[in-house]
């Protein structure tokens, strides 16, 4: 059985931080690329952040957090990471890691697992 479990959420002021993580588990975690979406109320689901299957491979990144979220990965701890700097009001959502076996982008329906999410809240 397939688990994604996503901690690290929580409360922080503007510009501050915070670092997610999902870790793996029934799966072969290196074969799959890894997504962070995230949903606030009232609106849809939306791509965060996604890496490909290998340790340090290729990032993507919603115009609205680049150079400010970063998507690492650790395969051999099967746990995928987003360290989110310089936090806004409107980053406040649920966010949610996915895994989409062998390739991932920016469409939800291209994954295959998902967390059961990890709330966020920024304060201004």
């Known amino acids: 059985q397939v688990q994604l479990v996503e901690s690290g959420g929580g409360l922080v002021q503007a510009g501050g931080s915070l670092r997610l993580s999902c870790a793996a588990a029934g799966l072969t975690f290196s074969t799959y690329a890894m997504g962070w979406f995230r949903q606030a109320p009232g609106k849809e689901r939306e791509f965060v952040a996604a890496?490909?299957?290998?340790?340090?491979?290729?990032?993507t990144y919603a115009d609205s957090v680049k150079e400010r979220f970063t998507i690492v990965r650790d395969n051999a701890k099967n746990t995928v990471y987003l360290q989110m700097n310089s936090l806004k009001p409107e980053d406040t959502a649920v966010y949610y890691c996915?895994?989409?076996?062998?390739?991932?982008?920016?469409?939800?329906?291209?994954?295959?697992?998902w967390g059961q999410g990890t709330q966020v809240t920024v304060s201004s």
């Open positions: 890496i490909s299957w290998s340790s340090g491979g290729d990032t």
């Open positions: 996915a895994a989409a076996w062998l390739r991932g982008g920016a469409r939800s329906n291209e994954y295959h697992y």
